[in-house]
């Protein structure tokens, strides 16, 4: 229980891990952001495509991250195999396709919210300047959208980032994959998540102040 020690033994990988987990979650929420944005787009349409929209955010909020990444790494490319498919998927690619998707799902919903919150006499107002459907969506509703749902994205990525620690389970070599290692080999497991957890609130408190200015910014 020498927090000293285990953080000059331990520390570089840790922090290592901890890099890599911000990366992973950058990534990945840059990619949840497209394919949020185009979920919530479909859901509002009033085509066949809002089905498949609904379909997605009900299988992601019906079953836990955990089965999502297994799923993800063993099922799927059993089932590709099993086609006829040689697909081999790394840590890395499952991580990156599991927060993504994870991300996306809630980001359809939150962008959706925030579209909907806009009033309705924006679109209209755009519409009779003579700007089409689309110009009215893209240059009027979606920049106030983005605004109102700003706090709400910065909260999915502080998620996104806390859900990374389960893609340890797959082998990433993330935060919480090099403590496990190193708790397995000197059986420090107090001083070793103390550090882990004192890196996540350092993380994440930057992140929650760094939103605030940026909230302040962007404030209608």
Same mark, same amino acid.
């Given at each position: $229980?020498?927090? &000293?020690?285990? #953080? +000059?033994?331990? &520390?570089p990988l840790l922090l290592k891990g901890m890099g890599i987990a911000v990366q992973v979650t950058v990534l990945a929420l840059i990619m949840a952001l497209v394919l949020g944005m185009v979920a919530a787009l479909m859901g509002l349409s009033k085509t066949p495509l809002r089905y498949i929209t609904k379909a997605y955010v009900w299988l992601i909020r019906g079953t836990p991250m955990l089965v999502q990444v297994m799923y993800i790494y063993f099922a799927i490319p059993q089932l590709? @195999?099993?086609?006829? #498919?040689? *697909?081999?998927?790394? =840590?890395?690619?499952?991580?990156? !396709?599991?927060? /993504?998707?994870? =991300?996306? =799902? #809630? $980001? +359809?919903e939150i962008f959706r919210g925030a579209i909907n919150a806009v009033e309705k006499g924006q679109m209209e107002a755009a519409r009779s300047l003579g700007l089409s459907q689309g110009q009215a969506m893209r240059k009027v509703v979606l920049p106030q959208a983005l605004r109102i749902c700003l706090p709400s994205l910065v909260n999915q990525f502080i998620i996104t980032l806390k859900d990374s620690s389960i !893609?340890?389970?797959?082998?990433?070599?993330?935060? !919480?994959? @090099?403590?496990?290692? #190193? *708790?397995?080999? /000197?059986m420090d497991s107090f001083a070793t998540y103390t550090w882990v957890a004192l890196m996540y609130l350092v993380v994440i408190t930057a992140l929650t102040q760094i939103s605030k200015v940026v909230e302040r910014k962007v404030q209608i």
């Open positions: $229980m020498n927090l &000293g020690k285990v #953080y +000059s033994e331990a &520390g590709l @195999q099993f086609m006829g #498919y040689n *697909v081999r998927l790394t =840590a890395f690619d499952a991580a990156l !396709i599991s927060l /993504t998707l994870n =991300a996306g =799902a #809630y $980001m +359809s !893609i340890s389970v797959i082998g990433f070599g993330e935060v !919480i994959y @090099q403590a496990r290692i #190193y *708790v397995g080999r /000197t």
